[in-house]
């Protein structure tokens, strides 16, 4: 059975930072491209080797994807948070990194809230 599970969701003051974790069981993520979605927009995307990465606009210069295949993980490091990137973000697994919308994707995690005070 595979399970994907988000980690690192929490509280902050505007202007923090969180990093967010996703791992699975029942599944190798080097097999996949993993995305990050705000709800279900998505955020960012990495693809299986790590090589290429996406941000949309929102976020660019303040997060940061990566991932570790060894350790069947990828990380969200989300800084200087603002009130607006308040949202429950789930990790997925897909294809790849071209056409990032989340119907790509096949296997969803539950999700970890992210809450920014202003």
């Known amino acids: 059975q595979v399970q994907v599970v988000e980690s690192g969701g929490g509280e902050v003051q505007a202007g923090g930072s969180l990093r967010l974790s996703c791992t699975a069981s029942?599944?190798?993520?080097?097999?996949?491209?993993m995305g990050w979605f705000k709800e279900r927009e998505v955020v960012s995307c990495i693809s299986r080797s790590g090589?290429?990465?996406y941000y949309a606009d929102t976020v660019k210069g303040r997060f940061t994807v990566s991932r570790d295949n060894a350790e069947n993980t990828v990380w969200l490091q989300m800084n200087s948070l603002k009130p607006e990137d308040t949202a429950m973000y789930h990790c997925?697994?897909?294809?790849?990194?071209?056409?990032?919308?989340?119907?790509?994707?096949?296997?969803w995690g539950q999700g970890t809230q992210v809450t920014v005070a202003s």
């Open positions: 997925a697994a897909g294809p790849d990194c071209v056409t990032v919308v989340a119907g790509s994707f096949n296997y």
């Open positions: 029942g599944l190798s993520l080097d097999g996949y491209a």
């Open positions: 090589g290429n990465k």
